[in-house]
Nanobody, 124 residues
């Protein structure tokens, strides 16, 4: 059974940093493009970042460019989202998603497998 499990969410003060992880179980992540998405209360889910199979290509939403960094370690079957200079508007449930051999995109309908999400709250 293919599973994605996010971890690393929590409460952080504005300006702080957090790293969320996405571990794959039951399949090898190295043939999947990985995307990170988030959904805030009362808002639609939005694409945050994605990374290609080898990590050579990445994309970011304008709202997080220069603050977030996506990465992956295929040997550990895990992807990461490093979030720096966090703002209250970054508060959301963060989801990772996987797409078999797909291009790096920020549309959620491009992804086949989803994790359960991890809550990130930015507040003083």
């Amino acid at each position: 059974q293919l599973q994605l499990v996010e971890s690393g969410g929590g409460l952080v003060q504005p300006g702080g940093s957090l790293r969320v992880s996405c571990a794959a179980a039951g399949f090898s992540l190295n043939t999947y493009t990985i995307g990170w998405f988030r959904q805030a209360p009362g808002k639609e889910r939005e694409g945050v970042s994605c990374i290609s199979l080898t990590g050579a290509r990445t994309r970011y939403a304008d709202s997080v460019k220069g603050r977030f960094t996506i990465s992956r370690d295929n040997a550990k079957n895990t992807a990461y989202l490093q979030m720096n200079s966090l703002k209250p508007e970054d508060t959301a449930v963060y989801y990772c998603a996987a797409r078999l051999f797909g291009l790096c995109g920020l549309e959620d309908n491009e992804y086949n497998y989803w994790g359960q999400g991890t809550q990130v709250t930015v507040s003083s």
